[in-house]
Antibody, heavy 121, light 107 residues
Framework: EVQLVETGGGLVQSGGSLRLSCAASGLTANSNYISWVRQTPGKGLEWVSVIYGSGKTYYSDSVTGRFIISRDNSRDTFYLQMNSLRVGDTAIYYC???????????????WGQGTQVTVSS | SYVLTQPPSVSVAPGQTARIPCGGNNIKSKSVHWYQHKPGQAPVLVVYIDTDRPSGIPERFSGSNSGNTATLTISRVEDGDEAVYYCQVWDTYSDQVFGGGTKLTVL
């Protein structure tokens, strides 16, 4: 069974950096689609970034240029490097595995428990 | 980018049927997925590709998709169904797109 465990969250000042990790078991990193999704206080789920099995990466407009998604195939671990953090980045960050279901179709079938990131001013 | 619209809240008495709509332009042309999210827990996929249910999800959860509205239907609602429900589609320009979420309250 697939399991995802996020670590690396914490409290950081505005302008600072954090690196989140998502350790995966039950899957092979270089053949899977992994998204980072966040839940901001009092708001809903927001997609942040994705890395495809091919290695292609994409970002939401709100984090482009500040966040970098990557993976270590030897460790089956995914990362989200977050730079120039803002108060508005405060959220619970989840990693989730995506399953391809046809043209223009992916759903997120396994999620980690999330890690809290708090950015103070 | 593609926008999904959900009502902020839906209330229903135990044993009744809850219907949670998700609006989007010509959403019937997309595959819609639904997640249940309880406080302090990871989101759980409850319906995928409009109507399919993952193993372990009760038959009480079902989905439909037509025109500009997809709908998650929960029959015989139980106290444990109280949660926030999100619809989601994949979009060429925004990858994963989520609706704003609907809080289901069991009266």
């Amino acid at each position: 069974e697939v399991q995802l465990v996020e670590t690396g969250g914490g409290l950081v000042q505005s302008g600072g950096s954090l690196r989140l990790s998502c350790a995966a078991s039950g899957l092979t990193a270089n053949s899977n689609y992994i998204s980072w999704v966040r839940q901001t206080p009092g708001k809903g789920l927001e997609w942040v970034s994705v890395i495809y099995g091919s290695g292609k990466t994409y970002y939401s407009d709100s984090v482009t240029g500040r966040f970098i998604i990557s993976r270590d195939n030897s460790r089956d671990t995914f990362y989200l490097q977050m730079n120039s953090l803002r108060v508005g980045d405060t959220a619970i960050y989840y990693c989730a595995r995506g399953t391809y279901c046809g043209a223009d179709c992916y759903y997120l079938d396994y999620w980690g428990q999330g890690t809290q990131v708090t950015v103070s001013s | 980018s593609y926008v999904l619209t959900q009502p902020p809240s839906v209330s229903v008495a135990p044993g009744q049927t809850a219907r949670i709509p998700c609006g989007g332009n010509n959403i019937k042309s997309k595959s819609v997925h639904w997640y249940q999210h309880k406080p302090g827990q990871a989101p759980v996929l409850v319906v995928y590709i409009d109507t399919d249910r993952p193993s372990g999800i009760p038959e009480r959860f079902s989905g439909s998709n037509s025109g500009n509205t997809a709908t998650l239907t929960i029959s015989r609602v139980e106290d444990g169904d109280e949660a926030v429900y999100y619809c989601q589609v994949w979009d060429t320009y925004s990858d994963q797109v989520f609706g704003g979420g609907t809080k289901l309250t069991v009266l």
